[in-house]
């Protein structure tokens, strides 16, 4: 059971600051389509032909990194209304690890599974998906009874949510591979669920260890 510690509470969050960085790299991709589309392509964009031409960065910036209005928006939604439970929680420095190794690992997942699976190195994404179903799946294993709303209407447990989310992205990828068009990276919100869920392992571990 995860319970609020309000001392880890600070009025300039770390979600607050991601947000920022968010809001400051979308506006850039507005500004550099006028004058040098190229550098955030270059440096904004995860790809395993990326990775192999050493641009290793972009495992990290391709996380702050949104192209499309809406794909933001509903991003920073999720990550506000999840992630300060979380960051009152864990506090700043738990939560940005948690954050980070999520995201690390959901960009290399979709580098895998373009080289591996649909044959397609050069297949780009970008976005806080990936870290952003890591939070989601910390929280369901830790707490899989608290309540999300489906359609914004019917309460249900958040493990099975993410069971939901799990299965549509497990079915959208079999669909890429199947080669239906899809520019929704089912391959990077899978990698995050693997860091957030090998997180919360750890996390729950080590205090039973203390508690032992």
């Known amino acids: 059971m995860l319970k609020v510690d309000i001392r880890n509470c600070s009025y300039f969050s770390s979600i607050n600051l991601i947000i920022i960085i968010n809001l400051v790299i979308f506006i850039s991709w507005a500004l550099v389509n006028i004058y040098n589309h190229e550098f955030m392509t270059e440096h904004f964009l995860v790809s395993w032909a990326a990775i192999q031409e050493g641009r290793w960065w972009t495992l990290i910036t391709s996380l702050?990194?949104?192209?499309?209005?809406?794909?933001?928006?509903?991003?920073?939604?999720?990550?506000?209304?999840?992630?300060?439970?979380?960051?009152?929680?864990m506090g700043s420095k738990k939560f940005l690890v948690l954050y980070l190794l999520a995201g690390?690992?959901?960009?290399?997942?979709?580098?895998?599974?373009?080289?591996?699976?649909?044959?397609?190195?050069?297949?780009?994404?970008?976005?806080?998906?990936?870290?952003?179903?890591?939070?989601?799946?910390?929280?369901?294993f830790l707490n899989p009874q608290k309540k999300v709303y489906f359609l914004g209407l019917i309460p249900v447990p958040?493990?099975?949510?993410?069971?939901?989310?799990?299965?549509?992205?497990?079915?959208?990828?079999?669909?890429?591979?199947?080669?239906?068009?899809?520019f929704i990276g089912h391959g990077a919100h899978l990698g995050g669920c693997i860091g957030g869920l090998v997180f919360a392992i750890v996390m729950k571990r080590k205090l039973t260890l203390l508690n032992s």
Request: hydrophobic letters at 45%; one cysteine or more.
């Open 64 to 89: 702050f990194s949104h192209y499309n209005l809406l794909h933001l928006i509903l991003n920073m939604y999720v990550l506000k209304e999840f992630g300060d439970y979380l960051e009152l929680n």
């Open 104 to 140: 690390v690992i959901s960009s290399f997942s979709h580098c895998l599974f373009s080289r591996y699976l649909l044959m397609k190195p050069e297949l780009s994404a970008l976005g806080a998906s990936g870290s952003i179903s890591g939070l989601l799946t910390y929280i369901a």
């Open 158 to 182: 958040l493990i099975y949510g993410v069971g939901m989310l799990v299965f549509i992205d497990l079915r959208g990828l079999w669909g890429q591979y199947q080669g239906e068009m899809s």
